[in-house]
Nanobody, 121 residues
Framework: QVQLVESGGGLVQPGGSLRLSCAAS????????MSWYRQAPGKQRESVAA???????AYPDAVKGRFTISRDNAKNTVYLQMNSLKPEDTAVYYC???????????????WGQGTQVNVSS
């Protein structure tokens, strides 16, 4: 009923930039917080950015000042602008959203399928 689809991943050189997008579709009534996570091989999934419905944001120290999360509530879409990329940013990036569907009264957590980001020269 609800689907999150990421796009924008790829190969970029160190110091370069990428912009990821994640569009939510389906029977959506309202979306609260939206987030981006990443998982590198052999490591646990970690949060890299979060944004509330009112636009307030949070970042871990590892990406603060380099990554910017934003959202378009009219399009049910969240973005992640990644600048000054480093090889250690290489990972599969997943979007996450707290969504209330048109058929329910509570919020559920939904995940996208992930998009690969490779930072290498």
């Amino acid at each position: 009923q609800v689907q999150l689809v990421e796009s924008g991943g790829g190969l970029v050189q160190p110091g370069g930039s990428l912009r990821l997008s994640c569009a939510a579709s389906g029977s959506i009534f309202r979306i609260n917080a939206m987030s981006w996570y990443r998982q590198a091989p052999g490591k646990q999934r970690e949060s890299v950015a979060a944004i509330a419905r009112d636009g307030s944001t949070a970042y871990p120290d590892a990406v603060k000042g380099r990554f910017t999360i934003s959202r378009d509530n009219a399009k049910n879409t969240v973005y992640l602008q990644m600048n000054s990329l480093k090889p250690e940013d290489t990972a599969v990036y997943y979007c996450n959203a707290e969504i209330r569907t048109a058929f329910g009264s509570i919020y559920g957590t939904y995940w996208g399928q992930g998009t690969q980001v490779n930072v290498s020269s």
